[in-house]
């Protein structure tokens, strides 16, 4: 994964790659690229907090800038020995906060929807220009953010699951039960983690199956005067950000305003692509590297309105997040 939404073909090899870091331990063998995950952070201060997640090797690069990536496994180099990378102390700290059946792959979507949060973002900007990111757990939710919850987790959660969670008593913040009081503190606490978890888990699955996801209806402009062409060599934004021209013979309209509203390091998704998806020639090599393909020529379009798709739905989501709590001790998970 080169940049956001931007695949290139790698030949790993360390005799080959430049800093090839820990990726042999986190993607040893094609194999693994199906079952792991990594969240990429960009941070250092040069540019704005982003996070995305991937089940490729990122470059070091990839918000052209210093990334870092924390995976959800990790392996030996030959493939075997898979751990997960969630520490059974930070599991600890969780399921006394949330009760018995919360697991290490709910603490990794809770993670990534926390620091999608714009209220986190802009609590702990000067520390996210420092220091990696510290994990706060959650406040109570509203009554229509309950409700809410309550219906996002029927939905992403099986039955068995959404049964134990709801049988349960957890405990209140404070590690005590002080009858009704207590059990609706934690109730409600256990309510937002789920919350969190549960747009985490929708986050995730729309950044790294964003090749299938549904195209944008975006409106359709075609030159008559020249011959229909499907090729790219460079886009181009209109002013406006209404309009990409893929070429001569086509433009692409109606883009929404919103998208450029999720921004991955200075750019926008939308803008990752335009950027990344040209033809461009190595100086000094004389290679050129040309993202069209000849098996699938329509690829570079429907992955513009399906960026699209994803870029409204995941500021949809964000803003759905509950707040982010301020006044408890953040964890290291």
Not at 221 to 250: A, G, Y
Not at 309 to 330: C, M, Q, Y
Request: glycine share 6%; proline share 7%.
């Amino acid at each position: 994964m080169c940049r956001p939404f931007c695949k290139q073909w790698l030949y790993y090899d360390t005799l080959l790659n430049d800093r090839p870091g820990l990726f042999g331990t986190v993607f040893p063998t094609p194999i693994s690229e199906l079952e792991n995950v990594v969240i990429v952070i960009g941070r250092y201060g040069r540019k704005d907090f982003s996070i995305l997640v991937s089940n490729q090797i990122p470059d070091r690069n990839f918000y052209a800038d210093p990334a870092q990536c924390f995976p959800f496994y990790t392996y030996t180099e030959d493939g075997s020995n898979r751990r997960e990378n969630i520490t059974d102390w930070a599991l600890k700290q969780f399921q006394e906060q949330y009760g018995p059946e919360v697991t290490k792959r709910d603490i990794f979507h809770y993670v990534y929807a926390v620091l999608h949060s714009p209220q986190y973002r802009e609590r702990y900007a000067e520390n996210l220009k420092r220091e990696l990111p510290r994990i706060p757990l959650t406040p109570t939710l509203s009554q229509g953010e309950r409700e809410a919850a309550v219906s996002d987790e029927a939905a992403t959660m099986s039955d068995e699951a959404a049964t134990m969670s709801g049988e349960r008593l957890p405990p209140s913040p404070n590690g005590r039960r002080d009858g009704d009081e207590g059990k609706k503190a934690g109730d409600e606490s256990l309510a937002t983690f789920r919350r969190f978890v549960a747009i985490g888990t929708q986050l995730a699955d729309l950044h790294l199956n964003y090749d299938q996801a549904k195209e944008y209806p975006l409106t359709w402009i075609e030159n008559k005067d020249v011959p229909f062409s499907w090729r790219v060599i460079k886009m181009q934004l209109s002013k406006d950000k209404t309009q990409i021209k893929v070429n001569e013979s086509l433009t692409l309209a109606g883009i929404p305003a919103e998208c450029f509203d999720y921004r991955l390091g200075n750019r926008s998704a939308l803008e990752w692509v335009i950027d990344q998806y040209q033809v461009s020639t190595d100086k000094r090599s004389g290679i050129t590297s040309d993202p069209n393909r000849p098996d699938d020529e329509e690829y570079i379009v429907r992955l513009i309105g399906r960026v699209v798709t994803v870029s409204v739905e995941t500021v949809r989501l964000v803003k759905e997040l509950p707040p982010v709590v301020a006044d408890t001790s953040p964890v290291d998970a």
